[in-house]
């Protein structure tokens, strides 16, 4: 059974960082195509970043320059380092696997919240 669990959420001022943890089980983790997304309220969600098994990674453009997205293979964890948090920032953020069979996976999700 494949499971995805956030961490690393929480309350941050406008300016602040963040990072968020996504530690993967029961899949081939190495092969995983891994994204972020989030949900604000009233919204629809929408992808933040992601990264191929092959490393290719796509940011949103709301985001770029300010995010990173990076993975740990040996430690079946996907990260999101957040930088200059701002208060649209804030949402339910979800971590989103795929496998090569094109089955997905989301995790449970973690709030983020960017006070200004």
């Known amino acids: 059974q494949v499971q995805l669990v956030e961490s690393g959420g929480g309350l941050v001022q406008a300016g602040g960082s963040l990072r968020l943890s996504c530690a993967a089980s029961?899949?081939?983790?190495?092969?995983?195509?891994m994204g972020w997304y989030r949900q604000a309220p009233g919204k629809q969600r929408e992808l933040v970043a992601s990264?191929?098994?092959?490393?290719?990674?796509n940011y949103a453009d709301s985001v770029k320059g300010r995010f990173t997205i990076s993975r740990d293979n040996a430690k079946n964890t996907v990260y999101l380092q957040m930088n200059s948090l701002n208060a649209e920032d804030t949402a339910v953020y979800y971590c989103?696997?795929?496998?090569?069979?094109?089955?997905?996976?989301w995790g449970q999700g973690t709030q983020v919240t960017v006070s200004s």
């Open positions: 989103h696997t795929r496998t090569i069979w094109g089955i997905s996976y």
């Open positions: 029961g899949t081939t983790f190495s092969n995983n195509y």
């Open positions: 990264m191929s098994s092959g490393g290719n990674i």
